[in-house]
């Protein structure tokens, strides 16, 4: 009884689409689990993780990150997990901080794979970038819930989130939902969010020149899903995230 009060519903807005039936396997703890990462003042740091156990049925990955006066953490992620693959990332931003964060979720199926951010502006001068992109197929689902807060003294911010999501089939689906919560005059924040389907145009072009279809579709695919990754500049990082985005794409097909 206390397990299954512990659990998420639909009332909590974080939650809004999830896969609660995924969840009743969870112990409630695993909810609680939440990896703490500081960086402190003055200090540049970049990590890159990948969610890819597909025999496992809920992977749920929570960190909550501070970041120092004047240092930057940058948060690369290929979500292409479980049947139910979430990661939840917190962040607090310090006076003149920067937070950058690329994700791309893939999956077929029944799937559902997402990201959930809530990345707050406390002090003046940070800045944060969010860009987030989704491929899916079968009747998979794809979830984007990315809030940005700015505090009243927190002028000066400058924080930006993009959301673009590929269908490869009609069964699939995207869901998005961004949040500015800006009490500061003197800001830069801007959102977008976009769902389609993949070029069909480009893709013939493409076969027309020789290439085969699946050839053609993975290049386009490829192409979408390097918008996340741009701002890495450990290229051998961006190389490994962009594969194991292919690698579970080609799986699944």
């Known amino acids: ?113 997402e990201f959930v951010t809530n990345v707050r502006h406390l002090h003046p001068h940070a800045t944060s970038s969010q860009v987030v992109r989704s491929v899916h197929w079968g009747r998979a689902t794809g979830n984007f819930l990315g809030r940005i807060e700015v505090a009243r003294g927190a002028q000066k911010t400058d924080a930006e989130q993009s959301f673009k999501a590929m269908l490869l089939e009609r069964g699939a689906s995207a869901n998005a939902k961004p949040e500015l919560e800006i009490f500061a005059d003197d800001v830069k924040c801007a959102h977008g969010a976009t769902v389609g389907e993949l070029d069909r145009q480009a893709a013939f072009y493409m076969a027309s020149r020789g290439l085969p279809p699946e050839r053609a579709q993975q290049l386009l695919i490829r192409a979408f899903i390097a918008d996340a990754f741009a701002a890495m500049e450990d290229e051998a990082e961006q190389q490994r995230l962009l594969d194991a985005a292919l690698d579970a794409l080609e799986a699944a097909s």
């Open 1 to 113: 009884m206390t397990a299954a009060l512990a659990l998420p519903t639909r009332r909590d807005e974080a939650w809004r689409y999830a896969d609660l039936d995924a969840l009743k396997d969870s112990a409630p703890a695993a909810l609680e689990c939440v990896e703490d990462i500081a960086v402190p003042a003055g200090e540049m740091r970049s990590e890159a993780r990948i969610i890819a156990d597909p025999a496992s049925g809920t992977q749920i990955m929570r960190l909550r990150i501070s970041i120092g006066e004047g240092a930057t953490y940058a948060l690369h992620i290929v979500n292409a997990g479980a049947h139910y693959a979430r990661a939840e990332v917190e962040v607090i931003l310090a006076e003149g901080a920067h937070f950058e964060f690329g994700g791309v979720t893939l999956g077929g199926g029944e799937t559902t794979r």
